[in-house]
């Protein structure tokens, strides 16, 4: 493949009617906005059609809020979240899985804003339940256990459970520590041989708001904005849209240890030849 070219996101604005931007990694770092970044996305929402698309496992009100708190003019409509999505599935247990009466295994922290709203029973014990909801995270540390949870995943794999993952992530960097997140935790229980539903990216379902608002739309009038091949990219192949891979976030990971640009994209451009998940392009939106 050729090597992926670096673009200003102002020199492609106009081939594009509708921008899908991923939030950490993308816009925001540990407690950081990357500089220009929030600008630059309230001049494109003043000219284009603009969604804010993320695998954060929390509810549009939550996120509504702290993404106008670093400065973005955001409305809520513009807002998808996996954490809607996984209780869009619940919610929909009857139809979607059989299951007349679902009943919540949750894990994850106990403040986590989607269970807190939903009309569902909530156990904490796992034979008693017929959903296992993940939306637990983990920060690197010394003294982290990965396989704190094995035992309880042995119990959910006999059991055949419906396994909700309400954020594929596999780990992000927040405030300069790496996090394991429940993507990591749902290729656990894939290994022992159960079945995870996925609510976010890279997966169709949590575009489909996207995609019937858009349907007028071309998809080569779409562009997806992320930091990571293998959700926001790789969905964005998926769909058939544009996307551009930012240098902030998890592609450092890629290039950190190059100094000039055309080196960095030309470690990007292999990393996507042997992930054969390929970017657009790598764009700058300071």
Known sequence: MNTLKLKNIFDVIDDYDVFLFDLWGVIIEGGHTYPGVVENINKIIKRKKVYFVTNAPRNIFSLHQTIKSWGVNVLPEMIISSGEIAVQMILESKERFGIEKPIIYHLGHLKNDIINGIQCPITDDINKANIFLMTIYRDENENLDLNEFNELFKIVVQHKMVNICANPDLGINQHSVYRYCSGYYAEKIKQLGGKVIYSGKPYEEIYSKILKECHNTPKNRMLMIGDTFY????????????????????SREYHINFDNIEEKLDSLTKAAAKQSITPSFVVDLS
């Open 231 to 250: 959700t926001d990219i790789l969905a964005a192949n998926r769909l058939g849209i544009d996307s551009g891979l930012v240098l902030t976030g998890n």
